[in-house]
């Protein structure tokens, strides 16, 4: 029901194969909680008029939050991740899990309250973090740069507060997830690659989010990059990560050492959009040794599309050419016969819809829809 087209009894019938009086008693049981409605008129099949039934998008709302290194927003969605608010503020993850913890509940309670709904219609809260996160506790784990978090519980907190389940997840996973619900959901394995200040990734297969044994599936940026970058020192502590060659904040720091005015990913992106030659450069050379690293990924994953996201997603063709030069030359050919490389569509909001996809797959799972109905 779920695909939006409205359907009558006899449809439903047709489709599940199940005897008439059950879909008859599933359907009274699902209107009973709304978790479909009556299709605006009838729909005729041939003879007389049928009544057709739709699934109820606004049966329950979702709170979705991204936060960032330096912003954080926080949206209210529907049962289609629709989003139906909005609110940004430029928090830093830095500030610590009280204050930006308190932030986003005010944020979320402001949000229901101008949209005219209240705490006891949210089936459920998903949030995105810039680190690693444990999944089976929804912890953030040793994350690097975010000092106060690390252990912290994040969804006792906001349960405590919300009155509702909360699943944490790290940012690039729930950019995955995003990405495949909204353009992505003809591709059964994908790569998201988010490149800003870091580098990660997040991985789908068959049509779902791929964690590892621990929630560190994806990690990228600290794998070991060309021969020629191996002293470039990162912050992980290893030298010769991609991200020390490739991230943002290692190509803004070059730009630096050669006089110009750049401090972060966006400062890269602006000078490569002026047309700025060393820029060109330095990201075109970005782009192959990322597309060396996702060759590799290619060979051992075979995935049919890789998305490319984040602040650096902006420098465009510049460094598409770059990892689609090392992809295509490097890569198994059977591997990269249907393969597809592409800049994201969704942009920014990417994150707050993969939060809400989330909560909404988890809400909405066979097994989730019944205990609602007992
Ligand atoms: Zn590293």
Redesign the pocket.
Known sequence: MRDGHARTRSDLVKLTGLARSTVTLRLEALLDRRWIVPAEGPVSSGGRPATAFTFNTGARLVLAADLGVMHARAAVTDLGARVLAERRAGIAIAEGPEKVLDWLIEAFTGLLAETGHTLAEVCGVGVGLPGPVSHGTGRPVSPPIMPGWDGFDVPGRLGARLGAPVLVDNDVNIMAVGEHWSTGRGTAHMIFVKLGTGIGSGLITEHRLHRGAQGAAGDI??IRASAEAADAL???G?TG?L??VAGGGALAARLRAEGLDADTAWDVVRLVRAGDRTAVTLVRQAGREIGQVLASLVNFFNPGVIVIGGELADAGEHLLAGVRESVYSRSLPLATAHLNIRVSELGEQVGIIGAAVLVIEETLSPDAVDRSLT
């Open positions: 940026g600290h990162c912050r992980c290893n990560c991200e020390a």
